[in-house]
Nanobody, 115 residues
Framework: QVQLVESGGGLVQPGGSLRLSCAAS????????MAWYRQTPGKQRELVAA???????NYADSVKGRFTISTDNAKNTVSLQMNSLKVEDTAVYYC?????????WGQGTQVTVSS
């Protein structure tokens, strides 16, 4: 069974930067989209950024201009560069990869933005 492992979360001050990475345990084929979601207590999980197999990207309005999603050439990993972080970006961030036969999720990584 394929596993997605996230890394890069942590504590950062407002205005700072973090880079999240998500790696699949094995090579994936027939990828449709790779994305990052986030969730805070009591709220629904929301889409932060997504990238299609063709390279098209989509961002939540709240992160446009601050976050950048990217994949490696082999498309085994997806990263999220987060700049100019705000307190309201605090959440658990989840990696999501949709392939033809499955919708895969990582275990989540905590991002805390606080002074």
């Amino acid at each position: 069974q394929v596993q997605l492992v996230e890394s890069g979360g942590g504590l950062v001050q407002p205005g700072g930067s973090l880079r999240l990475s998500c790696a699949a345990s094995r090579r994936l084929f027939a990828i449709n989209t790779m994305a990052w979601y986030r969730q805070t207590p009591g709220k629904q999980r929301e889409l932060v950024a997504a990238i299609t197999s063709g390279g098209s990207t989509n961002y939540a309005d709240s992160v446009k201009g601050r976050f950048t999603i990217s994949t490696d050439n082999a498309k085994n990993t997806v990263s999220l560069q987060m700049n100019s972080l705000k307190v309201e970006d605090t959440a658990v961030y989840y990696c999501n990869i949709r392939i033809a036969i499955a919708n895969l999720w990582g275990q989540g990584t905590q991002v805390t933005v606080s002074s």
